[in-house]
């Protein structure tokens, strides 16, 4: 979530859209969050996403082969285990053109539907994926939601400027800094 907010601040334009959908979705809802409500902040998904797909938490899984596998001319023998990388695989400029480029409409239904389904696996994929990924994602987005429809987001630290520590998840191997300033009532035109 760190990750989406940093790349919220930097990204004025779209952090300005977020708030626009957040504000509509809003004021058609009688300005209560429901469940309803979020699932209806599709372009809040998006940035999500994509801030997923450029920062995955899970950088790496690795499964171990049950059966030999051939692979062209390779043979990998059962009990191999094999390592993915899931940070490489989301900036692969075969899947992603432009792949260092934060934009969200690679999201749009029309962008992924002719997709490889396993170019994009944040919560793994398979008969292994993770249960709890639609929580998740409501989750995010119910925070998200509150953090951006209060306050205005600037950033202190830039992501191009942060290291990464690659432990058992990914995260800034040091603070990233985001500087909140609390929108008025009066002054809540963007």
């Given at each position: 979530m760190c990750f989406t907010l940093a790349l919220l601040a930097e990204h004025r334009d779209i952090q300005i859209r977020v708030r626009n959908e957040i504000r509509t979705a809003l004021q058609n809802n009688g300005n209560k969050f429901t469940v309803e409500l979020l699932q209806d902040l599709t372009y809040l998904e998006r940035c999500i996403k994509e801030s997923l797909r450029l920062y995955p938490t899970n950088f790496m899984i690795s499964r171990i082969i049950e059966k030999d596998l051939k692979l062209n001319l390779f043979l990998i023998p059962a009990g191999t285990n094999v390592c993915f990388n899931i940070y490489a695989t989301h900036r692969n400029c075969y899947f992603w053109p432009n792949p260092e480029v934060f934009d969200p409409d690679r999201f749009l239904p029309e962008m992924i539907q002719n997709r490889h389904?396993?170019?994009?696996?944040?919560?793994?994929?398979?008969?292994?994926?993770?249960?709890?990924?639609?929580?998740?994602?409501?989750?995010?987005?119910?925070?998200?939601?509150?953090?951006?429809?209060?306050?205005?987001?600037?950033?202190?630290?830039?992501?191009?400027?942060?290291?990464?520590?690659?432990?058992?998840?990914?995260?800034?191997?040091?603070?990233?800094?985001?500087?909140?300033?609390?929108?008025?009532?009066?002054?809540?035109?963007?």
């Open positions: 389904p396993y170019s994009y696996l944040p919560f793994c994929a398979g008969p292994r994926n993770c249960i709890g990924q639609e929580f998740a994602m409501l989750k995010m987005k119910a925070i998200i939601a509150l953090v951006i429809q209060h306050f205005y987001l600037e950033p202190i630290d830039y992501l191009k400027d942060v290291r990464l520590n690659v432990n058992f998840i990914l995260r800034p191997s040091s603070s990233l800094r985001v500087k909140f300033t609390p929108i008025c009532k009066t002054n809540a035109s963007s």
